[in-house]
């Protein structure tokens, strides 16, 4: 997996990379160059732990310098420093001048100014844009203001000088309004200026385990070999990005504006090589052969003038995927021609790996991932992985090469693995110093198959249109490289070979959105999705009024009356309309919209008892297990999951028998899968009704439909909300709905209903006291099984968790006894005491 990291304005990420700790390796000693003379090439190649730092990307010959030139002493890495820092390395002249901000120190919260605003706005009976309008400029700001106040809550601040211009306009004096010290400090710095913009990205590109396995334990020839192989395949990637990426932008974008791209002479950086990772629990790191790309944030544009690149990096990260791809597939191409190496895909990871080095192989040389994984928990994101990774790393060791390749030569040994035979079978190398692929093992190579690259970009399971229902031509790129077993020749071939799978009948182009100036921002999406949607809408027009699970109105009436005596429930006038249209007005497929606490598992409970008593056999689904036992137990309706559904209708009796199928928060139902529920409900004859809300649930995979038939049915929305009785969880929860992520958990943590303690014990801690204050208030553990709830990430921070509550409950008293240990599967056991609730 490649990533990139944004070098924001301090210059000692810069310098952190420069001084090679990113990696984790370390130089050899004079002691050991010295020793092993025996070959200058091996030596200067393997036993050093680092090579020079290297100047990559076209972009250089603007300053006489040219890629590849390596980094040796101080004096030429200031002028990597130079440039990381926007400024001429031979003139020492500003060349783009940084991003520059407020300083925090001159800032003050909006909110009093603004409440004071209204307060004389609505005393002079005006709004507060009337009473601002005598300068556009101080209306112009307060309207600034207000999105602030909606994007952060409370939280936000503006600037002291604003401040000052509305207030003198509204005719209010700041000092009645804040705190005296504040608005002190905040004048004295109100000219006051910091930096904030990027300096540049650090691009890393890494490679399958096997790869590096196969490098740490090839011997030192082919070690080199892999070594300068798979920095041909880094620079080549550069390349590829520099045609993607090194451009600038020329005028204002937005307000009905569009910018202008504006080619350049390339991309600006150094590339520090590292050959191992992060040392554990004092061995050694493991081999993990991976590259640092550091490039500065500034091209030289075509007009002779200096700008940031990539649209402000924004390009840069669209295409990080498809450069890491790139690197793959070029290492994947190589090795194939230079070693005769064979790959295939691993089942868990999806990467390519090398055949014959195996899974127990690899894992016996992947401590620092099992590391981090153990850190961060199973199924945690790529972006925790790196935090934690970040978090355990420990320091550098000084060891040489030679002592690396010694260490993973030992730890082979005792994992049982011979490095020659390994490398042999691998490679079908007898004699591994001899260049090229065995004899009796050509490379398998050729033109990639179209028909089977385009199968896998396109796959509904795995491909760019497996989760989201569009994707651009950078996301293909990278699809369409990771689809090739041997690899691509070059970036150009992989553009050529993108074209093709973008023409072929399964992709589907959409017209473009977006900014113009950005490469590789076509849409597109797959023909099965378009199927989907479009099978799904007309079986929604072509069911309406079908007669489908009506129930007379006399029936529905009686039956409905009785509930709501049953269940104390008085049903509301919009709830009401709702379920009288699902069991009278007879579609084959109606929908249910409703914002969270609206009632809709309640109206779905009274409409199966109608059904129900109309002789309707009435079951659910919903993608989630948990969801569709919430289904059952609140609503009354027998479900199972989505998937089990499909199951039946591959190879049971699908929707044989079921008159009514309730798909509970359909919304996240993928569009494909409700297409085939959809068509087997037309086959079968059943009724289905869909529930949920796409403002408040993404579908799992590429999704969409059930706001399509929502829309084509013109069905009925629930917009009371029932359940938040406070008029602050009520507003919460509608700017959520609304898109207000920011501003609804703002609201909350204003009122002391957020708590972000930045270390992570910490949070686990007041976690497990919070739970056990609201736990003290529950004498019996059924309702207080009912009533509390504690949600966590990861399997890891359950653990954390529960052993952390546990601990309490038992000091509390509420656990008796001795422990009573239960083995489960694999080395895991489970430790119960008497008073454990097992949900």
């Known amino acids: 997996m490649a990533w990139c990291t944004v070098l924001g304005p301090s210059a000692e990420q810069v310098e952190y990379r420069l001084s090679q700790q990113c990696g984790c390796d370390q130089v050899a000693t004079p002691e050991h160059t010295q020793e092993h003379d025996h070959d200058t090439v091996v030596d200067?190649?393997?036993?050093?732990?680092?090579?020079?730092?290297?100047?990559?990307?076209?972009?250089?010959?603007?300053?006489?310098?040219?890629?590849?030139?390596?980094?040796?002493?101080?004096?030429?890495?200031?002028?990597?420093?130079?440039?990381?820092?926007?400024?001429?390395?031979?003139?020492?002249?500003?060349?783009?001048?940084?991003?520059?901000?407020?300083?925090?120190?001159?800032?003050?919260?909006?909110?009093?100014?603004?409440?004071?605003?209204e307060r004389i706005a609505e005393a002079a009976h005006m709004s507060p844009a009337e009473l601002l309008a005598g300068s556009e400029r101080s209306a112009k700001r307060y309207a600034r203001l207000m999105r602030g106040l909606h994007r952060d809550g409370d939280a936000h601040q503006a600037p002291i000088k604003d401040l000052s211009a509305i207030a003198a306009e509204a005719g209010v004096g700041l000092e009645v309004?804040?705190?005296?010290?504040?608005?002190?400090?905040?004048?004295?710095?109100?000219?006051?200026?910091?930096?904030?913009?990027?300096?540049?990205?650090?691009?890393?590109?890494?490679?399958?385990?096997?790869?590096?396995?196969?490098?740490?334990?090839?011997?030192?020839?082919?070690?080199?070999?892999?070594?300068?192989l798979y920095l041909r395949a880094v620079n080549e990637t550069v390349a590829g990005v520099e045609q993607w990426c090194a451009y600038g932008v020329s005028g204002h974008h937005g307000d009905g504006r569009s910018a202008e791209r504006v080619g350049s002479s390339g991309l600006i950086g150094s590339v520090t090589l590292h050959r191992s990772a992060?040392?554990?629990?004092?061995?050694?790191?493991?081999?993990?052969?991976?590259?640092?790309?550091?490039?500065?944030?500034?091209?030289?544009?075509s007009d002779g003038t200096w700008r940031t690149m990539a649209s402000g990096g924004r390009d840069l990260h669209r295409h990080v995927q498809a450069a890491g791809e790139l690197a793959k597939a070029r290492v994947r191409e190589l090795l194939t021609q230079q070693l005769g190496v064979r790959w295939q895909r691993c089942a868990h990871s999806g990467e390519w790996e090398i055949v014959g080095i195996d899974p127990q192989v690899r894992g016996a040389f992947s401590a620092r991932a099992h590391q981090v994984k153990g850190a961060a928990g199973k199924g945690a994101s790529a972006t925790s992985k790196r935090a934690h990774a970040r978090k355990s790393a420990h320091a550098k060791q000084d060891v040489s090469q030679l002592d690396l390749r010694t260490a993973w030569a030992d730890r082979a040994a005792v994992s049982g693995i011979d490095p020659e035979r390994l490398v042999r079978e691998a490679t079908g190398r007898w004699d591994q110093g001899t260049p090229g692929p065995s004899p009796d093992r050509g490379p398998d190579q050729g033109p990639p198959d179209l028909g089977t690259v385009a199968a896998r970009v396109w796959d509904p399971e795995f491909g760019v249109t497996a989760t989201t229902k569009t994707t651009t031509?950078?996301?293909?790129?990278?699809?369409?490289?990771?689809?090739?077993?041997?690899?691509?020749?070059?970036a150009v071939e992989l553009e050529a070979l993108t074209d093709a799978v973008l023409e072929h009948p399964m992709a589907v182009r959409l017209p473009r959105q977006g900014s113009s100036h950005l490469s590789h921002a076509d849409r597109f999406t797959s023909l099965d999705i378009v199927e989907a949607e479009r099978a799904i809408v007309a079986a929604a027009e072509r069911r309406r009024e079908a007669g489908v699970a009506v129930v007379d109105r006399r029936v529905s009436s009686t039956v409905l009356k009785g509930w709501c005596e049953q269940k104390g429930f008085t049903v509301s006038r919009e709830q009401l309309a709702v379920i009288t249209r699902l069991v009278e007005a007879g579609h084959g497929l109606d929908t249910v919209q409703g914002v969270a606490g609206a009632g809709k598992t309640s109206v779905m409970s009274a409409a199966r008892c109608v059904w129900e008593a109309a002789g309707y056999r009435v079951e659910g689904a919903a993608v989630a297990a948990v969801a569709a036992e919430g289904l059952r137990a609140e609503a009354g309706i027998a479900s199972r999951t989505v998937a089990s559904w499909l199951q039946r209708i591959e190879?049971?009796?699908?929707?044989?028998?079921?008159?009514?199928?309730?798909?509970?928060?359909?919304?996240?139902?993928?569009?494909?899968?409700l297409a085939r529920l959809v068509a087997e409900a037309d086959r079968r004859g059943t009724k289905i009704v869909g529930i949920g809300d796409h403002q408040q649930l993404r579908a799992v995979g590429a999704g969409g439909g059930f706001a399509r038939a929502h829309e084509a049915m013109r069905g009925l929305t629930l917009e009371q909300n029932h359940r938040q009785r406070g008029e602050l969880d009520r507003r919460a929860l509608r700017t959520w709905r609304e898109g207000g992520r920011h501003s609804a958990l703002a609201l909350w943590a204003e009122h002391g209903m957020v708590h972000a303690p930045a270390d992570l014990d910490l949070a686990y801690g007041q976690m497990a006291a919070a739970w056990w204050r609201d736990r003290a208030r529950h004498g019996d553990a059924h309702e207080a099984t009912d009533q509390l709830l504690m949600l966590a990430a990861t399997n890891a921070d359950v653990g954390h968790l529960n052993s952390r509550a546990r601990a309490i409950a038992r000091a509390e008293g509420l656990l008796t006894g001795e422990d009573v240990t239960f083995r489960v599967a694999g080395a895991a056991r489970w430790r119960w005491r008497l008073g454990i609730r097992c949900v």
């Open 177 to 228: 309004l804040y705190d005296k010290q504040a608005l002190a400090q905040a004048t004295a710095h109100a000219d006051s200026k910091v930096r904030v913009g990027n300096r540049g990205y650090d691009l890393v590109l890494n490679m399958p385990k096997s790869v590096s396995v196969l490098y740490g334990l090839a011997d030192p020839a082919m070690a080199a070999q892999i070594e300068e």
């Open 44 to 117: 200067y190649r393997l036993l050093q732990a680092d090579r020079p730092i290297t100047r990559i990307g076209s972009g250089w010959a603007e300053f006489d310098h040219a890629p590849g030139e390596e980094l040796r002493t101080n004096r030429e890495l200031d002028t990597v420093r130079a440039v990381m820092a926007g400024v001429d390395p031979r003139s020492g002249r500003e060349l783009v001048a940084p991003k520059m901000a407020v300083d925090p120190r001159a800032k003050l919260a909006a909110r009093p100014l603004v409440e004071a605003v």
């Open 278 to 301: 992060r040392p554990v629990n004092g061995q050694v790191g493991d081999p993990h052969i991976h590259a640092h790309v550091m490039l500065a944030n500034m091209v030289r544009c």
């Open 651 to 673: 190879d049971g009796p699908g929707l044989a028998g079921v008159d009514v199928l309730v798909l509970d928060e359909a919304a996240m139902i993928s569009d494909r899968d």
């Open 473 to 490: 031509r950078a996301k293909v790129l990278a699809a369409v490289a990771d689809a090739c077993p041997v690899g691509v020749g070059s």
